[in-house]
């Protein structure tokens, strides 16, 4: 089965994630700067940070997908997996904005990250054992330390954001800033899969020489 309808229906799928949780930002009913800190601040600090986990999940996916040629049913079970732990992202931003990083939803939202990046490692996984030994994704993705790295420091900060209360205090902030550190992390431009693509074709268009 080729990739493009399974790139199509997820790319679909975090469209309507990313207009959800938009929808959920709250107006404020002021027209000044306290108005817009006191009612909309939090909000909008929220939906940028899962915006930015959806960007990166919908960049990785894209690179991911441009390394396999095959598409099996336990990969498109994965991806609905992976897609399931997604589409939770407009609930748990929504209730930790409301809560103002009450201890429980933060806790939750934490969890909701945690869950979507091992998805992401089922869904890796299933597309490696179905290409075989010779996996162009395994060979791409190396030693994968970010993606060994990231469910450690959710952890942390899933630990962390259990330390807070009904109200923000320090270790509500320690853990929000484990959360932050993952996405800064994934920011950063990864070429492993550009550069495989690149010697892929490099090396089927260099000339045979006896």
Not at 64 to 89: E, K, Q
Not at 109 to 132: D, H, K, P, S
């Amino acid at each position: 089965m080729p990739t493009g309808r399974l790139e199509a229906f997820s790319d679909g799928v975090l469209a309507i994630i990313i207009t959800i949780m938009v929808l959920e930002l709250k107006v404020p009913h002021g027209h000044d700067l306290h108005a817009f800190t006191s009612e909309a601040g939090t909000g909008l600090l929220t939906y940028l940070l899962s915006f930015v986990y959806i960007g990166i999940y919908w960049n990785n996916h894209h690179h991911m997908l441009h390394v396999t040629d095959r598409i099996t049913g336990g990969v498109l079970w994965a991806n609905l997996h992976l897609l399931f732990w997604l589409s939770l992202f407009p609930f748990t931003t929504a209730w930790t904005d409301q809560s103002d990083f009450a201890r429980t939803p933060l806790v939750f939202y934490g969890i909701n990250l945690c869950a979507a990046a091992i998805a992401y490692f089922v869904m890796q996984t299933a597309i490696i054992r179905a290409q075989g030994p010779d996996s162009a994704l395994k060979r791409a993705i190396g030693r994968d330390a970010k993606g060994k790295l990231s469910p450690v420091l959710y952890i942390a900060g899933i630990c962390s954001a259990l330390g807070g209360g009904d109200h923000p205090n320090a270790w509500t902030y320690v853990g929000l800033a484990f959360f932050v550190a993952v996405a800064v992390m994934w920011l950063v431009p990864d070429r492993r899969i550009e550069r495989s693509l690149s010697n892929a074709s490099a090396n089927t268009d260099a000339p045979v020489t006896d």
